[in-house]
């Protein structure tokens, strides 16, 4: 049997809420960090599609909130509560930061998916929301969709198949 669910897709640089049943998924995590945030309570979650480390690297015009681990997260709470949500009842849980390619040089510069990683800890620390799960790291790419219902954070992969957290 196969159920027809609503599915909020999350594009890369991109963050949205969900509430009630349904899906809210992102693809092409890569060096990119997914973090999605629950409340058990009300049923309602985000997710945030992390591109880059910190917003003190932007040069594009109008800056896009969603691109950056210290401005993605605090909009992705403003715009959880606005449905309701309480900061004190949110739970975090986060894929991705790939290492995808390997560099000759030690230059910080090139690891993006690592320094993601540590940005939206650092984020998700300053906003007093626990991590309470995450899959980050290694060398390959991964899809999540969490399931507003239950909270359980569905990771794909090819090299590693399906994790729940």
């Known amino acids: 049997m196969i159920d027809e669910q609503h599915i909020v897709k999350v594009g890369m640089a ?4 969900i509430r009630g049943q349904g899906l809210i998924r992102t693809t092409g995590l890569g060096s990119c960090v997914g973090v999605t945030l629950f409340d058990p309570m009300l049923k309602v979650a985000g997710l945030a599609h992390v591109m880059l480390p910190s917003s003190e690297i932007a040069r594009e015009g109008a800056l896009n909130l969603a691109k950056y681990a ?3 997260l605090p909009e992705l709470v403003r715009r959880l509560s606005e449905l309701g949500v309480t900061k004190s009842r949110l739970i975090a849980k986060m894929a991705g930061g790939s290492q995808m390619f390997t560099f000759a040089g030690k230059g910080d510069s090139m690891r993006i998916g690592p320094r993601n990683v540590e940005s939206c800890k650092v984020m998700l620390n300053e906003l007093g ?4 799960a995450e899959d980050t790291g290694g060398n390959y790419g991964r899809t999540i969709e969490l399931d507003c219902e239950t909270g359980i954070l569905f990771i794909r992969s090819v090299q590693m198949g399906i994790k729940e957290l």
């Open 129 to 132: 929301i626990p991590l309470v």
């Open 70 to 72: 210290d401005t993605a």
């Open 14 to 17: 991109d963050l949205n809420v």
